[in-house]
């Protein structure tokens, strides 16, 4: 069994561009003119469960495929990635 240490990647350690990305994604502005990111709306705890979840995807990139940490976010992503992160939930996609 993995150390819960390992389990989750810290922002610290995330690639550059998904820090810098994610921080977009999060910017929340002054005025409602602002330019502001597509997440910036959510609460504080549901941007907690997504960094959260982000971190153990990369954390799970980083132990078994960490060549794919060298790509953009968003081309890290097949079916083959997509499953084997699923693992025992393939019950769930199924329902």
Same mark, same amino acid.
């Given at each position: ?37 597509? $997440?910036?709306? @959510? %609460? /504080?705890? #549901?941007? &907690? ?5 982000? !971190? +153990?995807?990369? $954390?799970?990139? @980083? %132990? /078994?495929? #960490?060549? &794919? ?5 968003? !081309? +890290? ?8 992160? #699923? ?7 199924? !329902?």
């Amino acid at each position: 069994m993995r150390r819960a240490s390992n389990l989750y990647l810290p922002y610290t350690a995330w690639p550059e561009d998904d820090r810098t990305r994610w921080e977009a994604a999060f910017k929340i502005g002054v005025n409602p003119f602002d330019d502001c990111g597509p $997440a910036a709306h @959510l %609460a /504080e705890a #549901s941007r &907690l469960t997504l960094l959260s979840a982000y !971190a +153990r995807f990369l $954390a799970f990139l @980083l %132990a /078994e495929h #960490s060549s &794919l940490l060298a790509r953009a976010p968003a !081309a +890290r992503l097949d079916r083959k990635i997509i499953e084997a992160t #699923s693992g025992g939930n393939r019950h769930l996609a199924e !329902a």
